[in-house]
């Protein structure tokens, strides 16, 4: 009997740690929303396929947490599921602009009437016209403000690798922009 009653209290915190640690997702999900909205924003064209992604993101990211450790770098995991699902939907729906970086979406909010002013397009083209591994290291860090650590987990890559990227894409930037001038 003794056995039972001590087996029955680790089954139900058992079931109780599941249950905060599906309230903890949830609620790290929430609070990382719009960042997620961004960076899909960013990367696809149509809305409804940035919220077929997302909705795709949320339920790996619930498939996947029992497997995440807490290491600081919530904001990155969810990212870089986030870039794979975007990656395989860009293949698999459109894979002739799956390696390009597409137009901002077709939503007209206050922030898009803004961005049609002549410099940001300037900035925009030049951006669209970096190389893919540059485009994606410098909009991480410069639009989203992530540190290079969490840029380097999200692309798979080193962090100095991550450092080097974000940096030869500024200067293409500048090199472009200032010819523009």
Not at 36 to 51: G, I
Not at 61 to 69: I, T
Not at 88 to 112: F, G, I, W
Request: charged share 30%; net charge positive; aromatic share 8%.
């Amino acid at each position: 009997m003794n056995a039972t009653m001590v087996k029955l209290p680790a089954q139900l915190q058992g079931l109780l740690n599941e249950r905060l640690s599906e309230e903890e997702l949830l609620s790290r999900l929430q609070e990382t929303r719009g960042l997620l909205w961004s960076f899909l924003n960013q990367r696809l064209s149509r809305q409804a396929d940035v919220e077929d992604v997302m909705q795709e993101t949320w339920i790996r990211a619930q498939r996947a947490w029992p497997r995440y450790r807490e290491q600081g770098y919530f904001r990155a995991w969810l990212l870089r599921i986030a870039y794979r699902e975007c990656c395989r939907y860009q293949r698999k729906h459109h894979p002739e602009t799956a390696d390009r970086l597409p137009e901002a979406a077709d939503v007209e909010t206050p922030a898009r009437k803004l961005q049609r002013q002549e410099r940001v397009e300037q900035v925009h083209a030049a951006i669209q016209e970096l190389p893919v591994q540059f485009r994606e290291a410098v909009w991480l860090r410069i639009v989203e403000e992530l540190p290079f650590k969490e840029i380097a987990y999200i692309l798979r890559c080193p962090e100095n690798t991550a450092v080097t990227r974000t940096r030869r894409g500024l200067q293409h930037l500048r090199t472009r922009l200032q010819e523009e001038m």
